[in-house]
């Protein structure tokens, strides 16, 4: 997770956030899915929601900047249209779970945890999808892919660029 | 798969994950088109994963007069056929058929040899529709508990059972309720732990989205034992279809009653939410768990007290995982002497395990604990994929270890998988192959513990990257005879001073990889030679020009140009460009391209001969 926040305070839209901060009122432990709704309605964290939130649920900015980049699901920048996950659990890897993520590195031009400069897609790693049997395995926003090679990659980025 | 005779014909598609994976969405769109397109007078259905993950997509058929059977590999070019011969001829298709009520199968082999309790309903009921678990016995457990039964009765049921936590620890489930039970506190609580956060691990996925009431139900029923009125069920993010099964199945189950206020009549309440785990290992832990669901980041804290007094809001807290309470109901139902009649003396009833990684049929299946790896690998998993030869198998993940050949015939159970030095776990197994390299394995979760350690205890933080810094050193052929003991060192401070399992048990890969396969790290060490030919910095690719036919595929695929050679030409890799990717290797049909380990980098003539 990249340490610096993004800087978007003044630009930020917060009303669509105002209704989401309304629903978790007076709930305990609402933090993270609280984080996890922002995350959705923005594609990342932005630095004036984070501190929105720490001000509306009586928490210092640290401890919500904490929360946000101990959990991997976190972004403090923004992302691409379509995220590719490749998947890097046991199986994928003794499968050639690397060669999946070079080949996306190449046919994007970027490595892994980036975005590409049109903000299209981001690639990323994860530990373990659970589809092991169907090794190796890469996620595309919600949907899953399974016992790629090579030219699987290349032919489900192809459909996702046209 | 059902066994009683429909009234009319029923075509279920199998729409886990791994079966979406594998193209089921499309099959059954397709499937959905055509029937309407054909006015067919057939049901169209989803249902869960049935275990046979390796044939998916799955679809089975269902029609008055006719056996019920599962097709696998089913594609939308095969559904014209299938739809053709099977439904309108009424002409079974035996050569695609994965399992079948009234003939022999290639794969029957799969199903023959499991005891199904938790996977009760795997692959046969739709998680989307309550009545299709009310229909096989579903909530009767829970009714027989709010009528019949005692909290003390079920917690002395459950004990009787035998039944052991089926996260990984294995620890007697009875014994974890009567703590909690026996806890004051002025609320109480239930949690179901589906951080399932293992690599190579999916079955609690697979309950989760094929069967979330067994779950729910083996909730309610350990919130009834120990006095809580609230369930939290976390989840792991990375499962979408997990989670809108289980919103789905919570809705249902508050409409009919089996949740909220007053259940069935009686004085008991219950609730269950969902929290969404974020992406972090260590949340498997029970006490990182907890800091999650109240919303910090999930650190571990030092345990007693630990949750049972102590747990969510500093309240009494059952956790256990979900395999965990989906054996609950059936235990209540069958009886604790009927489950303890299955397994060992110390390990009763049956294990979920997945099977990835080099076996012929992977997917999940569930067995009687005492059975051998053995038994598992070969019989019910079919053996090694390509029939090659099995080096080992990983079980328990980052907290295991790897078991090799010579201990296959090692029964499944929690203290004899301990003394191998690796665990139990939580289910999953990875073989391997010689292709493997053990090295590379014991580096891979090094570097995934590392990642995950949350860096509260210094050993833990440190050590691990430490270990990983010198088996990334082995791997490239940098590595020093001191390296092997300055790792059993470190290993031996890990597991002392670190507060939880993630910690203790980090090292496990890399012990048991020490043990079993010592060889492979000197061959890595001394000889600079990777014997699995797996190791990047270590091997060497190079055509067979015996072989070779010229035919310029290896050249189109090489992401770096490194290989020349005219049409009808005999190839040539260069070394100095190849940065040892294999896709040649993958690509070449004619083997042609041959791995070479233990010639350094200096002399390139000797490769390229």
Same mark, same amino acid.
């Given at each position: 997770?990249?340490?610096?926040?993004?800087?978007?305070?003044?630009?930020?839209?917060?009303?669509?956030?105002?209704?989401?901060?309304?629903?978790?009122?007076?709930?305990?432990?609402?933090?993270?899915?609280?984080?996890?709704?922002? %995350?959705?309605?923005?594609?990342?964290?932005? %630095?004036?929601?984070?501190?929105?939130?720490?001000?509306?649920?009586?928490?210092?900015?640290? %401890?919500?900047?904490?929360?946000?980049?101990?959990?991997?699901?976190?972004?403090?920048?923004?992302?691409?249209?379509?995220?590719?996950?490749?998947?890097?659990?046991?199986?994928?890897?003794?499968?050639?779970?690397?060669?999946?993520?070079?080949?996306?590195?190449?046919?994007?031009?970027?490595?892994?945890?980036?975005?590409?400069?049109?903000?299209?897609?981001?690639?990323?790693?994860?530990?373990?999808?659970?589809?092991?049997?169907?090794?190796?395995?890469?996620?595309?926003?919600?949907?899953?892919?399974?016992?790629?090679?090579?030219?699987?990659?290349?032919?489900?980025?192809?459909?996702?660029?046209? | 798969?059902?066994?009683?005779?429909?009234?009319?014909?029923?075509?279920?598609?199998?729409?886990?994950?791994?079966?979406?994976?594998? $193209?089921?969405?499309?099959?059954?769109?397709?499937?959905?088109?055509?029937?309407?397109?054909?006015?067919?007078?057939?049901?169209?259905?989803?249902?869960?994963?049935? /275990?046979?993950?390796?044939?998916?997509?799955?679809?089975?058929?269902?029609?008055?007069?006719?056996?019920?059977?599962?097709?696998?590999?089913?594609?939308?070019?095969?559904?014209?056929?299938?739809?053709?011969?099977?439904?309108?001829?009424?002409?079974?298709?035996?050569?695609?058929?994965?399992?079948?009520?009234?003939?022999?199968?290639?794969?029957?082999?799969?199903?023959?040899?499991?005891?199904?309790?938790?996977?009760?309903?795997?692959?046969?009921?739709?998680? @989307?529709?309550?009545?299709?678990?009310?229909?096989?016995?579903?909530?009767?457990?829970?009714?027989?508990?709010?009528?019949?039964?005692?909290?003390?009765?079920?917690?002395?049921?459950?004990?009787?059972?035998?039944?052991?936590?089926?996260?990984?620890?294995?620890?007697?489930?009875?014994?974890?309720?009567?703590?909690?039970?026996?806890?004051?506190?002025?609320?109480?609580?239930?949690?179901?732990?589906?951080?399932?956060?293992?690599? /190579?691990?999916?079955?609690?996925?697979?309950?989760?989205?094929?069967?979330?009431?067994?779950?729910?139900? =083996?909730?309610?029923?350990?919130?009834?034992?120990?006095?809580?009125?609230? $369930?939290?069920?976390? &989840?792991?993010?990375?499962?979408?279809?997990?989670?809108?099964?289980?919103?789905?199945?919570?809705?249902?189950?508050?409409?009919?009653?089996?949740?909220?206020?007053?259940?069935?009549?009686?004085?008991?309440?219950?609730?269950?939410?969902?929290?969404?785990?974020?992406?972090?290992?260590?949340?498997?832990?029970?006490?990182?768990?907890?800091?999650?669901?109240?919303?910090?980041?999930?650190?571990?804290?030092?345990?007693?007290?630990? !949750?049972?007094?102590?747990?969510?809001?500093?309240?009494?807290?059952?956790?256990?995982?979900?395999?965990?309470?989906?054996?609950?109901?059936?235990?209540?139902?069958?009886?604790?002497?009927?489950?303890?009649?299955?397994?060992?003396?110390?390990?009763?009833?049956?294990?979920?395990?997945?099977?990835?990684?080099?076996?012929?049929?992977?997917?999940?299946?569930? &067995?009687?604990?005492?059975?051998?790896?053995?038994?598992?690998?070969?019989?019910?998993? +079919?053996?090694?994929?390509?029939?090659?030869?099995?080096?080992?198998?990983?079980? +328990?993940?980052?907290?295991? +270890?790897?078991?090799?050949?010579?201990?296959?015939?090692?029964?499944?159970?929690?203290?004899?998988?301990?003394?191998?030095?690796?665990?139990?776990?939580?289910?999953?197994?990875?073989?391997?192959?010689?292709?493997?390299?053990?090295?590379?394995?014991?580096?891979?979760?090094?570097?995934?513990?590392?990642?995950?350690?949350? /860096?509260?205890?210094?050993?833990?933080?440190?050590?691990?990257?430490?270990?990983?810094?010198?088996? @990334?050193?082995?791997?490239?052929?940098?590595?020093?005879?001191?390296?092997?003991?300055?790792?059993?060192?470190?290993?031996?401070?890990?597991?002392?001073?670190?507060?939880?399992?993630?910690?203790?048990?980090?090292?496990?890969?890399?012990?048991?990889?020490?043990?079993?396969?010592?060889?492979?790290?000197?061959?890595?060490?001394?000889?600079?030679?990777? !014997?699995?030919?797996?190791?990047?910095?270590?091997?060497?690719?190079?055509?067979?020009?015996?072989?070779?036919?010229?035919?310029?595929?290896?050249?189109?695929?090489?992401?770096?140009?490194?290989?020349?050679?005219?049409?009808?030409?005999?190839?040539?890799?260069? !070394?100095?460009?190849?940065?040892?990717?294999?896709?040649?290797?993958?690509?070449?049909?004619?083997?042609?391209?041959?791995?070479?380990? =233990?010639?350094?980098?200096?002399?390139?003539?000797?490769?390229?001969?």
């Amino acid at each position: 997770m990249e340490a610096s926040l993004a800087t978007d305070i003044g630009s930020l839209d917060l009303k669509p956030l105002e209704k989401i901060l309304k629903k978790y009122s007076d709930k305990r432990g609402i933090l993270i899915p609280l984080l996890q709704e922002t %995350q959705k309605l923005y594609g990342y964290l932005p %630095q004036a929601a984070i501190i929105r939130i720490a001000d509306s649920t009586n928490n210092d900015i640290s %401890q919500v900047y904490g929360v946000a980049t101990f959990y991997a699901q976190f972004r403090l920048k923004p992302v691409g249209k379509h995220i590719i996950r490749v998947c890097h659990g046991t199986a994928c890897h003794v499968s050639g779970a690397r060669r999946i993520t070079e080949t996306c590195e190449d046919q994007l031009g970027v490595h892994d945890g980036e975005t590409t400069s049109d903000r299209k897609f981001t690639l990323e790693s994860v530990a373990c999808l659970g589809c092991c049997s169907l090794a190796p395995v890469m996620m595309v926003d919600q949907t899953t892919f399974g016992r790629l090679n090579d030219r699987e990659v290349k032919k489900v980025i192809d459909n996702l660029k046209k | 798969m059902k066994s009683s005779q429909p009234e009319t014909a029923r075509i279920i598609v199998g729409m886990a994950s791994c079966g979406i994976a594998a $193209g089921a969405a499309e099959v059954y769109n397709s499937l959905q088109k055509k029937i309407t397109e054909q006015k067919l007078d057939v049901q169209l259905d989803k249902t869960g994963c049935n /275990g046979a993950c390796f044939r998916e997509p799955l679809v089975e058929i269902r029609m008055p007069g006719l056996p019920a059977v599962v097709y696998g590999d089913v594609t939308v070019k095969k559904i014209d056929q299938l739809l053709d011969r099977h439904l309108k001829n009424r002409q079974i298709i035996k050569e695609w058929a994965v399992l079948a009520e009234s003939f022999p199968t290639p794969e029957e082999e799969l199903f023959k040899n499991q005891v199904r309790i938790v996977l009760r309903n795997a692959g046969s009921i739709n998680p @989307e529709i309550i009545d299709d678990y009310i229909s096989r016995n579903g909530y009767k457990a829970i009714q027989k508990v709010l009528k019949q039964m005692k909290p003390e009765d079920v917690i002395a049921e459950i004990k009787a059972s035998g039944l052991r936590g089926r996260g990984g620890a294995g620890f007697p489930t009875g014994l974890k309720w009567q703590f909690a039970r026996q806890s004051q506190g002025k609320e109480k609580f239930i949690i179901c732990n589906g951080d399932e956060g293992d690599p /190579g691990a999916f079955m609690d996925r697979s309950v989760m989205e094929g069967d979330p009431h067994s779950v729910m139900e =083996g909730m309610l029923i350990a919130g009834y034992a120990i006095g809580a009125n609230e $369930g939290v069920i976390y &989840v792991r993010a990375e499962y979408p279809l997990a989670v809108a099964h289980l919103e789905v199945a919570i809705q249902q189950a508050k409409e009919r009653g089996f949740l909220g206020r007053r259940i069935l009549g009686s004085k008991f309440s219950f609730d269950i939410s969902l929290k969404l785990g974020a992406g972090a290992f260590v949340c498997g832990e029970e006490t990182a768990l907890i800091a999650s669901v109240e919303g910090k980041r999930g650190m571990p804290r030092l345990r007693p007290p630990f !949750p049972a007094v102590k747990g969510l809001w500093n309240q009494p807290t059952n956790i256990n995982n979900v395999e965990t309470y989906a054996n609950i109901p059936w235990i209540i139902l069958n009886g604790a002497s009927a489950f303890s009649a299955l397994g060992t003396e110390k390990s009763k009833g049956t294990k979920v395990f997945a099977l990835a990684g080099k076996i012929k049929r992977g997917g999940m299946v569930e &067995v009687p604990m005492g059975m051998s790896l053995r038994e598992v690998i070969y019989k019910i998993g +079919g053996g090694i994929k390509e029939d090659r030869e099995f080096k080992a198998v990983q079980l +328990g993940g980052p907290s295991g +270890g790897c078991v090799p050949a010579t201990l296959l015939d090692t029964p499944v159970d929690y203290d004899s998988l301990t003394e191998t030095g690796a665990i139990m776990g939580s289910g999953g197994m990875v073989v391997m192959d010689d292709m493997t390299c053990m090295v590379d394995v014991a580096k891979f979760f090094l570097k995934f513990t590392q990642e995950e350690s949350c /860096g509260k205890c210094t050993f833990c933080r440190l050590g691990t990257k430490r270990m990983l810094e010198i088996l @990334e050193k082995i791997t490239e052929g940098k590595g020093e005879p001191a390296d092997l003991q300055k790792l059993e060192v470190l290993a031996d401070y890990i597991r002392q001073g670190s507060l939880c399992g993630l910690g203790q048990t980090a090292p496990n890969p890399v012990l048991t990889t020490l043990k079993y396969f010592r060889h492979e790290y000197e061959a890595h060490i001394f000889e600079k030679k990777c !014997p699995a030919k797996s190791c990047r910095e270590l091997i060497a690719f190079r055509v067979v020009a015996d072989n070779c036919t010229g035919c310029t595929l290896c050249a189109k695929v090489c992401p770096v140009n490194a290989i020349s050679g005219a049409k009808k030409e005999i190839h040539f890799i260069d !070394p100095k460009i190849c940065t040892h990717c294999g896709a040649c290797y993958d690509a070449c049909r004619f083997d042609a391209i041959e791995v070479l380990t =233990g010639i350094l980098e200096e002399s390139s003539e000797k490769i390229t001969s």
